[in-house]
């Protein structure tokens, strides 16, 4: 008989500050979707969305805001005009991550934990020393080689918010409408 390899599970990242390596971008042209994919040193992964099209098909501004600053934080430069998501890929942020209790849509009577991006800064790498599968995880599959995201040196994290960022995270609720 043959083996089969266990995992952990899934597990919520914990509360608390991590740097991601984006490792996935895909932009739904038509429905204005945009879903990115990160993982942190440690290998767990979170997946972030933002709707910039609402359903009248107009542009909702405040998803619109909430990605143009992820992206030009992720990206380091704050004059960006314009990216294709794409371009993000192999980048590191830093970002706090806060869990949302909500009812569940399904039993109102059960809570559901959502883990959500807070505070975000630029970085250039992970702050500690990632596991294999947080450089290895690419859009082919979600897991095939990628060694493009190991600079030649680690560089030391930025650690400050820009100070236009609210103390306890972003509240996407809000700034989605």
Known sequence: MARIPMTSGFALIPEGTYVFRIYDA????????????????AGMTHTE??????????????ALNAFSYFAKTAMGDFSLEDIDPEELIDHFICAEVVHTK??????????????????????????????????????????AKNTAAAPKTAAPVQQTAPAAQPKKGLDLDALLG
């Not at 895909?26 to 040193?41: M, P, Q, R, S």
């Not at 969305?49 to 405040?62: A, G, L, Q, W």
């Not at 109102?108 to 290895?136: H, I, Q, W």
């Open 49 to 62: 969305r933002f709707s910039i099209k609402d359903k009248n098909d107009e542009m909702n501004e405040k």
């Open 102 to 143: 909500l009812p569940s849509n399904k039993d109102p009577n059960k809570m559901v934990t959502f883990a959500n991006l807070g505070d975000k800064s630029p970085a250039e790498y992970f702050d500690t020393e990632p596991v294999a599968r947080a450089l290895s995880l690419s859009r082919e599959n979600g897991g």
């Open 26 to 41: 895909k932009y739904d042209e038509e429905f204005g979707k945009i879903e990115v994919k990160l993982v942190n040193a």
